[in-house]
């Protein structure tokens, strides 16, 4: 089992920059693959980014190279810093955990924070 927790959203205005962490409890968080998922009103939990175990990242293509996802393994704690905001960013974001590889389907993910929200002004 393993529990997550996000901090750090709230309100920024567009073309400003925030940092999300996730802490991880509970089993050994090296050995997970971590992903961000975010999720806007009437909308579908979307893939962020995610990386392996090893380091290896992988972006969607809306966040390309304004986010950077990290992790602390001697913290336990996963991060992702946004640039260069825009309003289409708003949503909730949650980080994830997953047992098997580097993934970016909401499925292959055993365990879910609880979200932490985002809003961006225009």
């Known amino acids: 089992q393993v529990q997550l927790v996000e901090s750090g959203g709230g309100l920024v205005q567009a073309g400003g920059s925030l940092k999300l962490s996730c802490a991880a409890s509970?089993?050994?968080?090296?050995?997970?693959?971590m992903g961000w998922f975010r999720q806007a009103p009437g909308k579908e939990r979307e893939f962020v980014a995610c990386?392996?175990?090893?380091?290896?990242?992988y972006y969607a293509d809306s966040v390309k190279g304004r986010f950077t996802i990290s992790r602390d393994n001697a913290k336990m704690t996963l991060y992702l810093q946004m640039g260069s905001l825009k309003p289409e960013d708003t949503a909730v974001y949650y980080c994830?955990?997953?047992?098997?590889?580097?993934?970016?389907?909401?499925?292959?993910?055993?365990?879910w924070g609880q979200g932490t929200q985002v809003t961006v002004s225009s």
């Open positions: 994830a955990a997953a047992r098997g590889a580097i993934a970016t389907n909401k499925s292959e993910y055993d365990y």
């Open positions: 509970g089993r050994t968080f090296s050995g997970y693959a």
């Open positions: 990386i392996w175990r090893y380091g290896s990242t």
